[in-house]
């Protein structure tokens, strides 16, 4: 997408207008079990003339011009309605995760706000995570205390990109976070490189040790599921299960996704 940049803030403010962001979901599966246990809401630009335009080709100047605080508040009301709508279509349920902006966090009263928005759409707060990054972390004053107001809203938090960042051991040391997401590209290279292998199975056993969920980002292959699974992972997503998608056609997989968790990587123990 070519775009000047005064000419991209313009039509981002035009599409929330016109309502022309959705949101697709990938499903993040159980990797002993292999059910869905919740879904990823990623914000996709239905441009009327450009089509379908990428979140990495957006979000960024969205976070700049501070769009992002509109357009983040209708990300949380969509994906919480989306979740209500599928408890009360009677699917199994199961959480959803959305990603979070450091502009959202700063905002005054962001906690308040969100309380707001699960009491409109009636989401149980359990069935809520907010993925956050290190970004968020530029306001190291601000950012702890605002991560535990969502906490005590009953949410969950989750550290995405984990292993990225210059400093991810510490924030995970001052944030109270209920998850760790591996970052897909030390998935990618976890069965070809030896080093990136050991970091994967070091992220894995700190987060059990810490009593945290690990999540593995990016998973392609059968191969990289059964290491994975070998390494006791618990949860995973990627395209080997999903690509994310429209609501409507992630329903009709839900059932069918489950299936493909492959048992010989998961221990004999776990696997009965
Ligand atoms: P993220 O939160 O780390 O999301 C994971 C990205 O990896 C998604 O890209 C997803 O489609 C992609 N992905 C998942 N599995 C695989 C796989 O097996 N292989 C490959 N190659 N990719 C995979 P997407 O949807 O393009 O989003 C990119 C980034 O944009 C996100 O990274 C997140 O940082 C940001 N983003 C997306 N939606 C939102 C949103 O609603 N709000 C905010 N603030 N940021 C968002
Ligand atoms: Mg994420
Ligand atoms: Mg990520
Ligand atoms: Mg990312």
């Known amino acids: 997408m070519e775009y000047e940049i005064g000419q991209l803030e313009t039509d981002l403010r035009l ?8 949101l697709y979901y990938q499903p993040i599966l159980d990797l002993v079990t292999g059910e869905i246990i919740g879904v990823e809401a990623l914000i996709r630009w239905k441009h009327p003339e450009k089509g379908l335009i990428p979140p990495v080709e957006f979000v960024s100047s969205a976070e700049e011009t501070g769009l992002i605080i509109p357009i983040g508040e209708w990300i ?3 994906a919480c309605i989306q979740n209500k709508v599928w408890q009360e279509a009677g699917y199994n349920p199961i959480l959803v995760s959305v990603n979070l902006s450091a502009r959202q966090v700063y905002q005054p009263n962001f906690a308040d706000r969100v309380s707001r928005i699960l009491k409109e759409t009636k989401l149980a707060p359990e069935y809520l995570i907010f993925e956050i990054t290190e970004g968020i972390m530029l306001d190291s004053y601000h950012a702890p205390k605002v991560i535990k107001e969502l906490k005590q809203i009953g949410l969950q938090i989750s550290l ?6 210059f400093n991810s051991l510490q924030y995970l040391q001052e944030l109270p976070v209920d998850k760790i997401k591996i970052d897909q590209s030390f998935i990618k290279s976890s069965t070809i490189d030896s080093n990136d292998a050991t970091i994967v199975k070091m992220i894995i056993e700190m987060a059990h040790q810490l009593k945290l969920d690990v999540i593995a980002e990016g998973i392609e292959t059968k191969d990289q599921l059964i290491f ?5 992972c618990n949860q995973g997503q990627g ?3 999903s690509k994310p998608l429209p609501s409507k056609e992630l329903e009709k997989g839900f059932y069918k996704i489950e299936q493909i968790v ?4 998961i221990p004999q123990e776990l696997n009965n």
């Open 262 to 265: 492959i048992r010989e990587g």
């Open 160 to 165: 995405d990109d984990f292993g990225t960042g």
């Open 15 to 22: 599409a929330l207008s016109r309502n022309e962001f959705c």
């Open 228 to 232: 994975l699974q070998q390494n006791l």
């Open 239 to 241: 395209y080997f299960f």
């Open 76 to 78: 949380l009301r969509t």
